[in-house]
């Protein structure tokens, strides 16, 4: 197994890239201008033994040799280049070789890592829980102790992200295809969700549209559902509203959530599906997201045949949209 390396891995990196960039301008140069000069020479000896002397006159010699100069010229070029390419690209290779043994350790270590904390977390809520039922806390004790099991929930959350992600990377997560109801699956997942709203102050109004059939993975359609409800009801003013409507057109299923919050600057909109992205770092880090729930979501629904797109405009909220195709009949 490669050992991780240490950043000096990008500083050799570069200075071998330009090294590679400057020998093939190098080698272009020299190789091109001696093949160049070579033939010049030989052209110009056969004209000194006078060669256009014998019925070829000085005007016929100059044409067939500057066109017999032209496609060994070409050929040559051609053959230069392809070399220097194919060698350009396996010290390349060579080259980026640390670099990619780095990352793939990185992400050894995440999978590694949240696997290994599991196990403790489970162990931990199990006990909060045992802890939370037993009689005779006080009731700050008991506050502790809720709070304790809410940081456990949220890092259990995050740690089930970070497994997703490396299942995701090395081509493990699995997909199901099943025929469900996206419009009673919002529903759902609004009212699930409706305690957390009522907390911080935001009604949310989904809509009784009757049904929007959808093909897909519905466990991973309801954990894209989740992190878009939390979201907009985190960036929720209180007193505000989130609207979740669901809607059938075009052999296509879709579900908007629209809240009325701060929205997103243009330039992050897209940024948003980045993996560990998280525009307000302070507040995001305050309520402990990792920047990972809309990255996987995206990834979900576009491996469903679906999509997540975001439209925000600063001061008046955001809309996300999530779709899915419609079963074949
Ligand atoms: N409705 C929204 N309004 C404004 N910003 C949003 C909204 N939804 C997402 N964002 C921005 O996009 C970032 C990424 O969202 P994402 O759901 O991927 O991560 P997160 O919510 O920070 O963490 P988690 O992994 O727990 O979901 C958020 O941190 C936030 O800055
Ligand atoms: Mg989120």
């Known amino acids: 197994m490669a050992e991780p390396r240490s950043p000096d891995v990008f500083a050799r990196a570069r200075f071998r890239l330009a090294l590679l960039f400057a020998g093939i301008v190098v080698i272009l140069v020299v190789v091109s201008g001696f093949i160049t000069y070579l033939n010049v020479r030989s052209d110009l000896q056969t004209a000194a033994r006078g060669a256009f002397s014998s019925g070829e006159t000085e005007q016929e010699f100059v044409t067939r040799s500057l066109s017999s100069f032209r496609w060994r010229l070409l050929a040559v070029d051609g053959a230069i280049i392809l070399a220097v390419g194919i060698g350009g690209l396996l010290y390349a290779r060579s080259t980026l070789r640390p670099i990619r043994d780095n990352v793939a350790a990185q992400k050894r270590f995440i999978?590694?890592?949240?696997?290994?904390?599991?196990?403790?977390?489970?162990?931990m809520k199990t006990d909060f829980e045992v802890a939370m039922r037993a009689p005779g806390f006080a009731e700050e004790a008991r506050s502790v102790l809720r709070s304790g099991l809410e940081e456990v929930d949220r890092m259990t959350g995050m740690v089930e992200d970070l497994l997703t992600l490396s299942r995701i990377d090395a081509h493990q997560e699995q997909l199901v295809d099943e025929r469900f109801d996206l419009a009673g699956l919002a529903r759902q997942t609004a009212?699930?969700?409706?305690?957390?709203?009522?907390?911080?102050?935001?009604?949310?109004?989904?809509?009784?549209a009757d049904s929007a059939p959808a093909a897909g993975d519905e466990r991973h359609t309801r954990r894209a559902l989740v992190n878009v409800l939390k979201n907009a009801l985190e960036h929720s003013p209180p007193g505000g509203t989130v609207?979740?409507?669901?809607a059938v057109a075009g052999g296509v299923s879709?579900?908007?959530?629209?809240?009325?919050?701060?929205?997103?600057?243009?330039?992050?909109?897209?940024?948003?599906?980045?993996r560990f992205y998280r525009a307000d770092l302070s507040r995001s880090q305050e309520r402990g997201g990792s920047g990972l729930g809309l990255a996987?979501?995206?990834?979900?629904?576009?491996?469903?045949?679906?999509?997540?797109?975001?439209?925000?405009?600063?001061g008046s909220g955001t809309r996300m949209t999530l779709t899915l195709p419609t079963p074949r009949s």
């Open 111 to 123: 999978a590694d890592a949240s696997h290994e904390l599991r196990t403790p977390l489970t162990i």
């Open 191 to 208: 009212q699930k969700l409706a305690g957390l709203a009522a907390e911080s102050g935001v009604t949310v109004q989904a809509d009784a």
């Open 243 to 246: 609207e979740v409507r669901a």
């Open 254 to 274: 879709s579900v908007t959530v629209t809240d009325h919050g701060e929205g997103i600057p243009p330039g992050e909109v897209e940024h948003i599906f980045d």
């Open 296 to 314: 996987i979501a995206r990834w979900a629904l576009r491996r469903m045949g679906g999509d997540l797109v975001a439209e925000s405009t600063v």
